[in-house]
């Protein structure tokens, strides 16, 4: 499947989800991914953005 991400964060946290998704995706826009990836990769990144949350 193809997804497209959008953040909502900001100050400190868009630097943290930045780094995260640059792994798995290519930016598109500021705060905006595009990327193929599998339901297996989804969820581990979906994991990944849990970690990292602060609120």
């Given at each position: ?15 943290k ?7 798995y995706?290519l ?11 599998t339901?297996e990769?989804?969820t ?10 602060t609120?």
């Amino acid at each position: 499947m193809h997804i497209l991400l959008v953040s909502a964060c900001e100050k400190r946290a868009i630097k943290k989800t930045r780094a995260l998704l640059d792994s798995y995706a290519l930016r598109v826009g500021e705060k905006t991914w595009s990327t193929p990836i599998t339901q297996e990769a989804l969820t581990e990144l979906r994991t990944a953005l849990k970690k990292t949350a602060t609120r």
